[in-house]
């Protein structure tokens, strides 16, 4: 099987890792009866087209550490890991959870050690009624892993209920969910800090029901912190985008977190292989600086993020058209060669700077150009009067240092020379 080479580019440099939630949908194995949904069954040249476009968007992930949700069995699990071999998952966990009805099951693939596994499936609780019942729909699956530095990650794998039956209807069964994994996590982090809750919790960041996790901020929503809203959705129901899937990461691990890696891709590999999109989040070995404000001065301070990882030397060539917004941290402060189409370009009021959009005219999706009063001068002594329309050419040297507004990247060219006309 044969996929295009991870992305992002460049690579991942030493010292971080990555760890990633993803809802596969329906990976069910063909044997009928093996506990899922039969009405779903695969036959086998739809398995194998299932897996060949999961190892894809595995493949754009490029995780360390990824939590599945909707794998039916251990046997499918490894099948899927099988794959994807090159990919160097070492570890492939699956416990039978609670779902009867569909068969599914939380699941997790590591390329690190696994060194302990607790299922968390058979806990229940009393309704209203008197009647003991499950917790979780599925497990919450406590994972312990074996960081290269020596550290312990725990991780919290979960797929709340639905809202199949109506959302207020199960909207209870959510909370309680939520209640009993944020008890489970409290009680983990004196003895293991680095600890992580990710999966599909099937419910919105403002829903009631997920108050219990987020309410009081300590549990880091890190897609809330890095992706700008419009972008942080994993799923559309009814033409809808919601955001149901999550990273949350203890204070510990928080601090930890390069800022600006949060990568949720709404790509075709995504698309193709689920109804869900994956999030990936990159952690360095040793916590991150705070991050300075942004200043919208003529000298341009930017919010810089300095990964505690050591970032690749030397100036890195990128391609503002195929970029991927939110995985550049690990190049900030360092001098880039920028290439791509100027899709748009704005004046910043009040101040002489012209904000630049390449790659895409949406804000949020374009790698940002900033030119300096001084710099539009001499755009103006080129004959360049308005760059929209021009391409940014940097192949004769580097263009300028890598730095961040409001966690999108940007850079401050050197001179208009290096812009010339889009045929």
């Known amino acids: 099987m044969s996929f295009p080479p991870p992305f992002p580019e460049p690579s991942r440099p030493p010292g971080c890792w ?164 944020r008890a489970i996590a409290d009680s983990l982090r004196e003895r293991f800090p680095l600890l992580a809750v990710v999966g599909d919790l099937n419910d919105t960041p403002d829903s009631p029901a997920l108050v219990p996790l987020l309410g009081d901020g300590v549990w880091a929503d890190l897609a809330a912190r890095d992706v700008p809203e419009a972008h942080r959705y994993s799923f559309v129901h009814a033409g809808r985008p919601e955001r149901i899937d999550y990273v949350l990461a203890s204070p510990p691990l928080a601090a930890r977190f390069i800022g600006g890696s949060l990568l949720i891709p709404h790509d075709v590999w995504a698309k193709r292989a689920s109804d869900h999109a994956p999030l990936r989040a990159t952690f360095g070995a040793a916590p991150a600086p705070p991050l300075a404000p942004y200043s919208e001065s003529l000298t341009v301070a930017y919010d810089r993020t300095y990964p505690a990882c050591q970032p690749r030397r030397g100036p890195a060539r990128i391609n503002a058209a195929r970029f991927f917004a939110h995985d550049l941290a690990q190049l900030a402060g360092q001098v880039v060669i920028a290439t791509g189409p100027v899709a748009r370009a704005e004046a910043t009021r009040g101040t002489g700077v012209v904000r630049l959009f390449l790659g895409h005219a949406d804000p949020a999706r374009a790698f940002r150009v900033t030119l300096l009063p001084d710099a539009l001068e001499a755009f103006a002594r080129a004959g360049i009067a308005d760059p929209a329309g021009y391409y940014l050419h940097g192949m004769a040297q580097a263009v300028g240092e890598l730095g961040f507004y409001q966690g999108h990247p940007e850079i401050v060219p050197a001179r208009p020379a290096q812009f010339r006309k889009i045929r």
């Not at 074996?146 to 909207?171: C, D, I, M, Y």
């Open 18 to 181: 990555t760890l990633a939630s993803y809802n596969v949908r329906d990976l069910f194995g063909t044997v009928p009866g093996a506990g899922g949904d039969d009405d779903r069954r695969p036959t086998e040249n739809q398995l194998r087209n299932k897996m060949t476009r999961l190892g894809r968007a595995l493949n754009v992930l490029d995780a360390d550490v990824i939590g599945l949700m909707e794998v039916e069995t251990l046997g499918v699990l490894e099948r899927l890991r099988e794959s994807v071999s090159g990919l160097g998952y070492r570890e492939a966990i699956l416990v039978e959870g609670n779902d009867p009805e569909r068969g599914i099951d939380v699941a997790l693939l590591s390329r690190f050690p696994i060194t302990q596994i607790v299922s968390h499936a058979g806990e229940t609780y009393s309704d209203a009624g008197g009647q003991v019942r499950r917790v979780f729909s599925r497990d919450c699956l406590e994972c312990h892993v074996a960081l290269p530095g020596g550290e312990t990650l725990v991780v919290l794998v979960n797929h709340f209920k639905s809202k199949r039956g109506g959302e207020w209807e199960t909207q209870p069964l959510r909370t309680i969910q939520a209640v009993r994994v």
